[in-house]
């Protein structure tokens, strides 16, 4: 497949308000902000036609533009809330930049994620004929042993056991969204109104390098993970 065969955008979204870690976005990992290695990764891409940002604050914008990041707009204030959703935020940066086929959502907290991963997710996508497709890891704690609490404080099984599966090992492999990356072509992304409808095809990623950053402990996991990698 040649680059140019489809026009994809990658939108890198990245709101200056961040309560459990301040700043969280440009906070300096292995000597560069955070978001530059979202950016790296998504300006390495052999099938990105161009890569923005999607942000309400100045100084992510300025460091982003630093390297070398489109801004071709800032985010609204509402769409830069808790509240609002990164659907919502996908569709303002396509609505604003248009005549592409296909996006691709990538969160700066996920910076383990390369642009051999975004090539593959990609590849895989078109191969198999999908619309869509995300990011996963191999879950830590099978759901099959959770539980909820009913009003007596009861527990209850959150999943039934598949038969003859009472150990461990003999469970099914489930996976979980590890935030890294969602690829959706455009026609249908307004008709399912979702990153991840159904029969989303799934691009498997090791746990290892499926950290989502969202605390201070994340962050020093994926500090330690770099400098043990590197050494």
Known sequence: MLKNEKKV???ITARGGSKELPRKNILNLAGIPLIAWTIRAAKESKYITRVILS???DEIIQVAKKYDCDVPFRRPA???T???SSLDVIYHSIE???GYDYVILLQPTSPLRTSGDIDSAFELMMSLEANSCVSVCKTKKTPYWMFSLEGDQSLKKLLPLPEDAHYRQALPDVY???GAIYIL???SLYHDRSLVPEKSIAYVMERSVSI???SLADFKRCQNYLEETND
């Open 9 to 11: 955008l990658a939108v």
């Open 55 to 57: 942000s309400d604050d």
């Open 78 to 80: 509402k769409l830069a």
């Open 82 to 84: 808790d509240e609002a």
């Open 96 to 98: 604003n930049v248009s």
């Open 176 to 178: 979980e969204l590890n």
């Open 185 to 187: 072509k455009i026609d």
């Open 212 to 214: 989502d950053i969202d």
